[in-house]
């Protein structure tokens, strides 16, 4: 089985820079896709960024400029490098990789973890 865990979320004064980082572990064969969601209170979960296997990058327009997703592919971790933090960026950062398991590919989700960009 696979499991994904976030890392690196806090407080921040505005302006400020946090690095997310998210491993993932278990039965891997190999992970395609990872990439960086967000969820404020009251709204739907969003894209933030993501990466594919080759390294190739989108990012929400809310970000672009600002946050940078890259990945090591020998740790099996992806991370989201966040400057210039903005207030609207506080929500819960939730990890999200397609994982191959044998010959399987699975959708997978981390816990998430908390940034809060304070004024």
């Known amino acids: 089985q696979v499991q994904l865990v976030e890392s690196g979320g806090g407080l921040v004064q505005a302006g400020g820079s946090l690095r997310l980082s998210c491993a993932a572990s278990?039965?891997?064969?190999?992970?395609?896709?990872m990439g960086w969601y967000r969820q404020a209170p009251g709204k739907q979960r969003e894209l933030v960024a993501i990466i594919s296997s080759g390294s190739n990058t989108n990012y929400a327009d809310s970000v672009k400029g600002r946050f940078t997703i890259s990945r090591d592919n020998a740790k099996n971790t992806v991370y989201l490098q966040m400057n210039s933090l903005k207030p609207e960026d506080t929500a819960v950062y939730y990890c999200n990789a397609a994982i191959v398991i044998v010959t399987r590919e699975g959708d997978y989700w981390g816990q998430g973890t908390q940034v809060t960009v304070s004024s």
């Open positions: 278990g039965s891997i064969r190999s992970i395609n896709t």
